[in-house]
């Protein structure tokens, strides 16, 4: 087993994981901003937007723990959640980490978002500024994607399996290039100088999804992270 590594970063010290030194599992210091939905969330610090009876639940321990967002069973019936704080910024030399390992019920009948958005009670519908993973309803296939006041620049990437465990990543270096990771590989990267880098705002950690079509749909977070180290 590799283990966990460290590094200083702006005086932070930010922790990492040995085998995938992309991958921050954990970060201190006086300029760290991040947050953990690892062992648990604080709903009094969030925005929960739910349509219908849409719900986010615990996983039992007994199956590893995580978080089970269930849609409720119209199209278009979903849940997101966000902390309160627009606390990361994109348009500075700060860099910073998000991973999440997920599944869905049916990948191909639903949509989903993770990673960083402006505060939107609709992430996954009218939001203008985002970085991030996404799903499309009626395709399976993954995508990167960043969009910056309405304009999106997209990649593809695997199709995502129904209910099997994926777990996605891209690090911003805080100079000119965001990399993105799928099942601990890379898969690709972007220059920072790229149109629709939504580096003008700030922005929260966001996850969210509705289902499509009709009948209920979840998708399972087991861990997700979202760490940026301030100058």
Same mark, same amino acid.
């Given at each position: 087993?590799? @283990?966990?590594?460290?590094? /200083?970063?702006?005086?932070?010290?930010?922790?990492?994981?040995?085998?995938?030194?992309?991958?921050?599992?954990? &970060?201190?210091?006086?300029?760290?901003?991040?947050?953990?939905?690892? $062992?648990?969330?604080?709903?009094?610090?969030?925005?929960?937007? =739910?349509?219908?009876?849409?719900? #986010?639940?615990?996983?039992?321990?007994? +199956?590893?723990?995580?978080?089970?967002?269930?849609? =409720?069973?119209? $199209?278009?019936?979903?849940? +997101?959640?966000?902390?309160?704080?627009?606390?990361?910024?994109?348009?500075?030399?700060?860099?910073?980490?998000?991973?999440?390992?997920?599944?869905?019920?049916?990948?191909?009948?639903?949509?989903?978002?993770? @990673?960083? &958005?402006? +505060?939107?009670?609709? #992430?996954?519908?009218?939001?203008? $500024?985002? #970085?991030?993973?996404?799903?499309?309803?009626?395709?399976?296939?993954?995508?990167?994607?960043?969009? +910056?006041?309405?304009?999106?620049?997209?990649?593809?990437?695997?199709?995502? =399996?129904?209910?099997?465990? #994926?777990?996605?990543?891209?690090?911003?270096?805080?100079? /000119?290039?965001?990399?993105?990771?799928?099942?601990?590989?890379?898969?690709?990267?972007?220059?920072?100088?790229? &149109?629709?880098?939504?580096?003008?705002?700030?922005?929260?950690?966001?996850?969210?999804?509705?289902?499509?079509?009709?009948?209920?749909?979840?998708?399972?977070?087991?861990?997700?992270?979202?760490?940026?180290?301030?100058?």
């Amino acid at each position: 087993m590799a @283990g966990t590594g460290y590094t /200083t970063v702006h005086n932070s010290l930010v922790l990492y994981d040995a085998e995938f030194p992309h991958r921050w599992l954990d &970060a201190f210091g006086p300029n760290v901003r991040k947050y953990m939905l690892v $062992d648990s969330y604080h709903p009094d610090s969030c925005t929960i937007t =739910a349509v219908n009876a849409s719900t #986010i639940t615990g996983l039992a321990s007994s +199956q590893g723990g995580g978080f089970v967002f269930t849609t =409720a069973a119209a $199209d278009n019936d979903g849940v +997101q959640m966000q902390p309160l704080s627009e606390c990361f910024y994109f348009g500075s030399h700060y860099p910073a980490y998000f991973g999440a390992r997920f599944m869905v019920t049916t990948a191909a009948n639903v949509d989903a978002f993770l @990673g960083f &958005a402006i +505060q939107d009670t609709t #992430i996954l519908d009218g939001c203008t $500024d985002d #970085i991030g993973f996404r799903l499309v309803d009626n395709d399976a296939t993954l995508t990167f994607l960043i969009e +910056q006041n309405n304009l999106e620049t997209e990649v593809t990437l695997p199709e995502v =399996a129904d209910a099997t465990y #994926i777990t996605v990543e891209f690090y911003y270096d805080g100079v /000119t290039t965001v990399t993105y990771y799928v099942n601990d590989v890379e898969r690709g990267s972007f220059e920072t100088s790229v &149109a629709n880098m939504p580096d003008d705002e700030h922005l929260a950690p966001a996850l969210a999804v509705l289902t499509g079509a009709g009948g209920a749909n979840a998708m399972t977070v087991k861990w997700a992270r979202w760490i940026q180290v301030l100058e």
